[in-house]
């Protein structure tokens, strides 16, 4: 008897999205010259009567109606995403179904979070749709809606959620925002180049500043206080330190840790993500809203899922500028979310040097074996891609922003809307994901319970305390532009 043994895919879920998102941005940019090829993506407006909710992103596509958008989005989505599924050797056909239901779920907690009653912000908001009240969330809420509805299928119906999980893909779909997000940050930086250079070296020093501190103090607490082997110990200060599910995997490869280890870090990750989430862009609202950057920043390193964090960041920017706006500051919208990302993507270099260098620990003083040696391209092989694509959909959405001529580039905005747009609808897929990952009795019944006291420790006892100091330090008395 033979037996075969499948071989992983050539392209994983990293060049996956480095492609998928830099071709939404290319195909958004024929709009500046009256080509619209994006215009036809669904839209979600603030509603109280549900037949007014959905529209398209364009104008010239009104004729397909909120429904037809509705329908042409998911459909073009289904077909982009199960032919990736398909590239990463995933069965197509239960990638395909399993999706039909996550888009359908996740889009439809989008709309609730944009009902009025939850979304309306300002008076003259309350006043356009006749209600006398509302949650003042923005339709930012919908994030949350997601994340409640997955976390609702997960622990009350885990044999669905189980049914799900062909097309629960966090990191690829958060991925693909973040590529798209590049070229939206780059409209925003582009009238207030200063700025924009001071966010980026200030958000280079915070996080080295930050994660040097963190990971050694938690590493200190998993080995000293709790017991843990470095085997343990190592993977959990990555995934609490520098950047979550990504971190906590690239060092279990990196130290040659056994799968299990990484995968329960990570189930961990998620769960206090999704606690963060829920509570720090209200706390930054309510303590942090005159100094907003600082704000942002905070989000950027206390939040360790590139999901998680970079939709936080969203949230928070929704809460503060709305509470900014009550009071008659208009900021720029942009600049809270850019401050966020940009923290977030210089984690993301991060790993891929710091899991060289704990590669080169392990491999040449704690686990030697003869004729083993860590090399200087690992450092490439483990270096997240999509941060490529991040960088090309920036620059290229900076240059034009610059150097074309005036009438094209006043077009530019308008164009990087549509894009923006599927970046909206990828954090949506993104929140109810990462909401279906957390069963938690599922990961208590796996020992997670010492793995999370360390994480409470290290997270409530000084993570989220320093990164505030560091992000007080680094961003404090700086404003986003006024409207």
Not at 22 to 50: E, K, N, Q
Not at 271 to 295: H, R
């Amino acid at each position: 008897m033979s037996t075969t043994t499948e071989t992983p895919p050539r392209i994983n879920e990293d060049w996956l999205s480095l492609g998928i998102g830099v071709a939404i941005f290319l195909l958004a940019l024929p709009g500046m010259a009256g080509i619209d090829l994006l215009g036809w993506v669904v839209t979600t407006s603030v509603w109280t009567d549900i037949t007014k909710a959905l529209g398209t992103a364009s104008k010239g596509y009104a004729g397909l109606g909120g429904i037809g958008a509705f329908i042409t989005t998911y459909l073009v989505l289904l077909a982009v995403l199960t032919a990736s599924a398909a590239v990463l050797k995933l069965d197509p056909k239960r990638f395909a179904l399993a999706f039909s239901a996550v888009f359908w779920i996740a889009y439809g907690s989008w709309v609730v979070g944009s009902y009025a009653y939850v979304a309306a912000v300002t008076p003259a908001d309350l006043q356009k749709f006749g209600i006398g009240w509302s949650l003042k969330l923005t339709n930012e809420a919908g994030f949350l809606v997601a994340l409640v509805s997955g976390l609702v299928i997960a622990n009350a119906f885990p044999r669905f959620a189980e049914w799900l999980k062909e097309a629960i893909r966090p990191e690829l779909y958060i991925k693909i925002a973040i590529v798209i997000l590049g070229g939206a940050l780059a409209v925003t930086v582009a009238g207030k180049l200063n700025l924009a250079s001071s966010l980026l070296l200030r958000g280079l020093a915070a996080i080295v500043e930050a994660y040097l501190i963190y990971w050694a103090v938690v590493y200190y607490l998993a080995r000293r206080y709790f017991g843990f082997s470095r085997e343990w110990a190592a993977p959990l200060a990555s995934g609490i330190s520098i950047c979550g599910v990504a971190a906590a995997i690239t060092t279990g490869s990196a130290i040659r840790a056994r799968p299990a280890v990484p995968v329960l870090v990570s189930s961990l990750v998620v769960i206090f993500a999704v606690v963060e989430v829920l509570v720090l862009p209200f706390l930054a609202q309510t303590f942090l809203s005159d100094e907003p950057l600082v704000a942002a920043a905070w989000i950027g390193l206390a939040i360790k899922t590139d999901g998680a964090a970079v939709a936080g960041g969203g949230i928070t920017e929704s809460l503060i500028l709305a509470k900014a706006a009550a009071q008659g500051i208009h900021y720029q919208p942009g600049w809270l979310l850019a401050t966020t990302a940009t923290v977030k993507v210089f984690i993301d270099v991060f790993i891929g040097i710091w899991a060289f260098i704990l590669g080169y620990i392990w491999t040449n003083h704690i686990n030697k074996e003869e004729g083993d040696k860590a090399k200087p391209i690992e450092i490439w092989q483990r270096f997240p891609k999509f941060i490529l694509g991040y960088v090309a959909t920036f620059a290229l959405g900076l240059a034009i922003a610059l150097w074309a001529p005036q009438d094209i580039a006043a077009k530019l905005p308008a164009a990087v809307g549509e894009a923006s747009t599927f970046r909206v609808i990828f954090f949506i897929l993104t929140f109810f994901s990462i909401g279906i990952l957390s069963n938690f009795k599922t990961l208590w019944s796996q020992g997670i319970g010492k793995l999370a006291a360390v994480y409470v420790l290290s997270l409530f006892g000084f993570v989220i305390w320093v990164g505030l100091l560091i992000s007080w330090l680094f961003f404090s008395g700086i404003k986003p532009p006024l409207v």
